[in-house]
């Protein structure tokens, strides 16, 4: 099984500053990555897949990059609406696995 | 608009069984893989199982061990997940998603294991 390691669990942000998530994997996904922002009591969103392109209606401030092991999402400034728990997934392997999350709060 | 709706969850005693649905709407269901994604309260997220779009081709979590059992009916746009011998650790909030890197989900449906 593959283990995706996101860090950090916790990132403090102001708004309007960027944000750079990391998504570690415990071994080469090639660039079969995915992720996700979730808000309380909602069910999690398509933000990117294939490492760097951006879902339907995803605004262009969020930015994927990396391959094989190392990933980042960035959010380039930081609105009020980003604050929420991001997911990294890969879909390379069986089985599909997640990582732990990064919730972004307000500084 | 694709949609997802999943229905089915409730509460139930462990060892008990449940019979989770899918509906699509919106989107050409047989021809897109599905999947069935839990999260427990608090937690994060965890695949399940996913079936290819013909059906043939089916995966679950080792950690399930055989109870569950999902499924498909392109003629009714619909995916199922069967749940048998229940325990306490499947409490979780069950999703259904769209292809194998979940573009697309469900609001979910809250399964409680519970004596």
């Known amino acids: 099984e593959i283990v995706m390691t996101q860090s950090p669990a916790t990132l403090s942000v102001s708004p309007g500053e960027r944000a750079t998530l990391s998504c570690r994997a415990s071994?080469?996904?090639?660039?079969?990555l995915a992720w996700f922002q979730q808000k309380p009591g909602q069910a999690p969103r398509l933000l990117m897949y294939?490492?760097?392109v951006r879902a339907t209606g995803i605004p262009a401030r969020f930015s994927g990059s990396g391959s094989g092991t190392e990933f980042t999402l960035t959010i380039s400034s930081l609105q009020s609406e980003d604050f929420a728990v991001y997911f990294c997934?890969?879909?390379?392997?069986?089985?599909?696995?997640f990582g732990g999350g990064t919730k972004v709060e307000i500084k | 608009e694709v949609q997802l709706v999943e229905s089915g969850g409730g509460l139930v005693k462990p060892g008990g069984s449940l019979r989770l649905s899918c509906v699509a709407s919106?989107?050409?269901?047989?021809?897109?893989?599905m999947n069935w994604v839990r999260q427990a309260p608090g937690k994060g997220l965890e695949w399940v199982s996913s079936?290819?779009?013909?059906?043939?081709?089916?995966y679950y979590a080792d950690s399930l061990k055989g109870r569950f059992t999902i499924s498909r009916d392109n003629a009714k746009n619909s995916l199922y997940l069967q749940m048998n011998s229940l325990r306490v650790e499947d409490t979780a909030v069950y999703y259904c998603?769209?292809?194998?890197?979940?573009?697309?989900w469900g609001r979910g449906t809250l399964v409680t294991v519970s004596s």
């Open positions: 998603a769209r292809t194998y890197f979940c573009d697309s």
């Open positions: 919106g989107f050409n269901f047989s021809s897109y893989s």
């Open positions: 079936m290819s779009s013909s059906g043939r081709y089916i």
């Open positions: 071994q080469s996904v090639g660039n079969i």
């Open positions: 294939g490492v760097s």
């Open positions: 997934q890969q879909y390379n392997n069986w089985p599909l696995t």
